[in-house]
T-cell receptor, first 111, second 112 residues
């Protein structure tokens, strides 16, 4: 059974810093890995999706990497802003049968 | 194109009552999913469907039922609601040949 762990559980940094969120998983037989953002009381917003054959994806200030051999993914946020404050969820897809989620990293960017 | 819609947004149930959470998508996606999210946790899969008439259990199916009579709709039925079913419920969909899932806004359910 796939297990997904996100470290740290919570993070608070001053505005402008670059930061890295970590996601580790136990089963490397994955189809894809997806990073989501969730604002309090809201739904999920997809940020980046990395297919199994890919190593990284970039969107604006966000960069996500995938290393299947080590069972790790990182989400890099450059030049953080207060608007980046949210919970970030990592999820792994094994095909038709849904995503397996980590518990998330609660991020606060201090103005 | 509304994407994935869910109704209601909020609901309070008494123990033992039943209800149906509605989910609809207008993207002609054949795969649909129901997840629940407990406070401070990630999402867990309840049920999923790969097409009309086909459903299968996820990680936490007990206490729930689903049906898929059309491509667009995937309702989730709670029978005999229990406090342990207090959660936020998310519906999602995707194309069979694609990777990305699209999520609805969620239904916040409280059972007291």
């Amino acid at each position: 059974k796939q297990e997904v762990t996100q470290i740290p559980a919570a993070l608070s940094v001053p505005e402008g810093e670059n930061l890295v969120l970590n996601c580790s998983f136990t089963d490397s037989a994955i189809y894809n890995l997806q990073w989501f953002r969730q604002d309090p009381g809201k739904g999920l917003t997809s940020l980046l999706l990395i297919q199994s054959s890919q190593r990284e994806q970039t969107s604006g200030r966000l960069n996500a990497s995938l290393d299947k051999s080590s069972g790790r993914s990182t989400l890099y946020i450059a030049a953080s802003q207060p608007g980046d404050s949210a919970t970030y969820l990592c999820a792994l897809g094994g095909g038709a049968d849904g995503l397996t989620f980590g518990k998330g990293t609660h991020l606060i960017i201090q103005p | 194109n509304a994407g994935v819609t869910q109704t209601p947004k909020f609901r309070i149930l008494k123990i033992g009552q039943s209800m149906t959470l509605q989910c609809a998508q207008d993207m002609n996606h054949n795969y649909m999913y129901w997840y629940r999210q407990d406070p401070g946790m990630g999402l867990k899969l309840i049920y999923y469907s790969v097409g009309a008439g086909i459903t299968d259990k996820g990680e936490v199916p007990n206490g729930y039922n689903v049906s898929r009579s059309t491509t667009e709709d995937f309702p989730l039925r709670l029978e005999l609601a229990a406090p342990s079913q207090t959660s936020v419920y998310f519906c999602a969909s995707k194309n069979g040949g694609a990777y990305e899932q699209y999520f609805g806004p969620g239904t916040r359910l409280t059972v007291t």
